[in-house]
């Protein structure tokens, strides 16, 4: 069946650094990959999706690749906040309705 | 101007009651979501509808049926509540259903179900 893999369940990373998020796909070939953002109590919000023949896409401080050789999509955080500490989803699957278990991502001051 | 309303936030709850939870969107969407969330966090979708159409019934138990009056409305009645059923269940919206992409997901703020 179709997977949506990522890997890490928590990452820590110091504040102005770059966080990157990982997330693998397995057993079909994704058309497209969203990304996603889930504070506590709180309803996942749409940051990024890419595209299969996108091989990156940016929003402010945010970058997504897409490596369909390595069947991995990374998330990347430049400049990363506090404020940016929260649970990173990747979704994907033929319909777009799997999601990866999540990153618990906490930038620390 | 709430995009994607879901009542109510917590529903505590026996075992063996029957429940609603309501969504709504005003976004002009086409097409409507339910996904439980467990207590390991992992989001899985249940239910799609695209204009009151059921589109997607994954592997629920009957005792979950969806309703949805119109194309801006997604109820979920559940029967016979369980243990198991605690969780957290999101309603969602997107644009229209399309096979392929592109269409982004607008989440509501989730309902905790507890059965005690």
């Known amino acids: 069946s179709q997977k949506i893999e990522q890997n890490s369940e928590a990452l820590n990373i110091q504040e102005g650094k770059t966080a990157t998020l990982t997330c693998n796909y397995t057993?079909?070939?994704?058309?497209?990959l969203q990304w996603y953002r889930q504070d506590p109590g709180r309803g996942p919000v749409f940051l990024l999706l890419?595209?299969?023949?996108?091989k990156e896409k940016r929003k402010e401080r945010l970058k997504v690749t897409f490596d369909t050789t390595l069947k991995q999509s990374l998330f990347h955080i430049t400049a990363s906040q506090p404020a940016d500490s929260a649970t990173y989803l990747c979704?994907?699957?033929?319909?777009?309705?799997?999601f990866g278990k999540g990153t618990h991502l906490i930038i620390q001051p | 101007d709430t995009a994607v309303s879901q009542t109510p936030k917590y529903l505590v709850t026996q075992m063996g009651n029957d429940k609603s939870i309501k969504c709504e969107q005003n976004?002009?969407?086409?097409?409507m979501y339910w996904y439980k969330q467990d207590s390991k966090k992992f989001l899985k979708i249940m239910f799609s509808?695209?204009?009151?159409?059921?589109?997607i019934n994954e592997t629920v138990p009957n005792r979950f049926s969806p309703k949805s009056p119109d194309k801006a409305h997604l109820n979920l009645h559940i029967n016979s509540l369980e243990l198991g059923d605690s969780a957290v269940y999101f309603c969602?919206?997107?644009?229209?259903?399309?096979?392929?992409?592109?269409?982004?997901?607008?989440f509501g703020p989730g309902t905790r179900l507890t059965v005690l």
């Open positions: 976004l002009g969407h086409d097409t």
């Open positions: 509808y695209n204009n009151k159409e059921l589109i």
């Open positions: 979704a994907g699957g033929a319909d777009g309705l799997t």
């Open positions: 890419i595209r299969e023949n996108e």
């Open positions: 969602a919206s997107s644009l229209t259903w399309t096979s392929g992409p592109y269409n982004e997901q607008f």
């Open positions: 057993n079909y070939s994704p058309a497209y």
